[in-house]
């Protein structure tokens, strides 16, 4: 049974960091894409960032491009998301996603491409 477990979330003031974490088991996504998404209360779900699967492409939301960075370990089946200089905006729940098509080309955005989903782990920043 695959899953992603999401950890390392919390509540932090504004201008802090964190970093979450997720580990995949069930399978190995070394040869594949890992992305982060976030939602907040109310609102879509929407993407934050994503990893091809050597770390050689990433890209990111233009509302945390220059604060956040994704990172991967695929020896540990492991993606990481370094937050910095948060803002009450970022505050949502957030989560892993697997895309479950092995693939050397760009990795995708749309978060309908991705076919694993973590539970999710809350990010709460106050002002």
């Known amino acids: 049974q695959v899953q992603l477990v999401e950890s390392g979330g919390g509540l932090v003031q504004a201008g802090g960091s964190l970093r979450i974490s997720c580990a995949a088991s069930?399978?190995?996504?070394?040869?594949?894409?890992m992305g982060w998404f976030r939602q907040a209360p109310g609102k879509e779900r929407e993407f934050v960032a994503v990893?091809?699967?050597?770390?050689?492409?990433?890209y990111y939301a233009d509302s945390v491009r220059g604060r956040f960075t994704i990172s991967r370990d695929n020896a540990k089946n492991t993606v990481y998301l370094q937050m910095n200089s948060l803002k009450p905006e970022d505050t949502a729940v957030y989560y892993c996603?697997?895309?479950?098509?092995?693939?050397?080309?760009?990795?995708?955005?749309?978060?309908?491409?991705?076919?694993?989903w973590g539970q999710g782990t809350q990010v709460t920043v106050s002002s």
């Open positions: 996603a697997a895309d479950g098509d092995t693939g050397y080309g760009l990795p995708p955005r749309n978060k309908n491409a991705f076919d694993y």
């Open positions: 069930g399978r190995t996504f070394s040869r594949n894409a």
């Open positions: 990893i091809s699967w050597n770390g050689g492409v990433m």
